[in-house]
């Protein structure tokens, strides 16, 4: 009978034991938000604010609830998305982290073993940094899909910014420009320069590469390197030179014209003034279609927020 008592209160404190340790890990790796059919526990958010935040917690001590709830709502952000990018059968394929890798090991002149070490002070192990790798491919791609490839800058847009903002572009305005430069300074050799040109331009028009040509072909010192003047403005260049580089929009390429020096083909790299207006805008309106995006991929989930 002693034995019988003794044995059902061993089992009674080990259950007792059990029960303990199984509710204290449920409260400290309690689901803080559910996200359709998944959850975000408690361990998933500060293992994010630990690798992603590096040290917010410290510096912002009284803000602890601030940094969690802006750090949770982004991770549904997240968790969104990659449950859209699933749903339209967006895939990474393990080529693709193999490469991104290679890519990230080459760029920052990184051996393998290298690499897991670092990997490791960060918190990751090399399965782990590659599912994180994948998730941010597929976020891109879907990113790509849904947003910045719906999102179109028109010439009109820029050009009425442009026109809104002359005067800061006016004193800045610039551009970058390529030459193919001819010598005709006497009329003995206008005739070659002129067949020598039109050669060139077959060529351009055929589609090979601007810069080499002017390696080849060039009678200026930018030969050297592909015929590139850097960024240019009105007053520092010839007239005819000017007035045929602000005529032309990025990427287009002149005919062959005269200046005193003899004859020139050019091509505008970039326009810094209207690039970066069009960058602007474009990023812009990429930002705002993000937003909206979002917010009705959280409209048509089921979220619950317990923390």
């Not at 009284?62 to 549904?76: P, S, V, W, Y």
């Not at 990230?104 to 897991?116: A, C, G, H, L, P």
């Not at 050669?199 to 080499?212: L, P």
Request: aromatic share 8%; glycine share 6%.
């Amino acid at each position: 009978m002693k034995k019988l008592i003794f044995s059902v209160l061993i089992f009674c404190l080990l259950f007792t034991i059990h029960y303990s340790l199984s509710f204290g890990a449920s409260l400290l790796d309690r689901v803080v938000a559910t996200v359709n059919n998944e959850i975000i526990t408690w361990s998933d958010l500060r293992r994010t604010i630990e690798q992603e935040g590096k040290g917010l917690f410290k510096e912002s001590a009284g803000n602890a609830r601030e940094i969690e709830k802006t750090f949770l709502n982004n991770m549904i952000d997240v968790r969104l998305q990659l449950q859209e990018a699933r749903r339209k059968g967006v895939e990474v394929k393990d080529s693709e982290l193999d490469e991104a890798i290679a890519n990230i090991k080459k760029k920052y002149n990184m051996k393998q073993e290298d690499f897991i070490t670092s990997l490791g002070a960060e918190g990751y192990t090399l399965e782990e940094y590659k599912e994180k790798l994948r998730e941010q491919i597929m976020l891109s791609k879907i990113v790509m899909s849904e947003v910045r490839s719906n999102v179109l800058v028109t010439d009109r847009e820029i050009e009425d910014y442009y026109e809104a903002n002359i005067e800061k572009y006016n004193r800045e305005n610039a551009v970058r420009i390529r030459q193919i430069f001819f010598n005709a300074s006497d009329e003995g050799q206008k005739a070659e320069a002129e067949a020598k040109a039109e050669k060139v331009m077959k060529k351009i028009k055929a589609g090979e590469d601007f810069a080499r040509l002017a390696e080849e072909f060039s009678d200026d010192a930018s030969k050297k390197f592909g015929g590139d003047l850097g960024y240019v403005t009105k007053g520092s260049i010839l007239k005819e030179i000017a007035d045929a580089a602000f005529s032309l929009k990025s990427g287009e390429i002149s005919r062959p014209f005269r200046s005193s020096r003899g004859l020139h083909i050019i091509k505008v790299e970039q326009q810094r003034g209207k690039d970066e207006i069009k960058e602007m805008l474009f990023e812009n309106a990429v930002n705002q279609k993000y937003e909206e995006w979002i917010k009705n991929l959280r409209l048509k989930a089921y979220i619950e927020i317990n923390l």
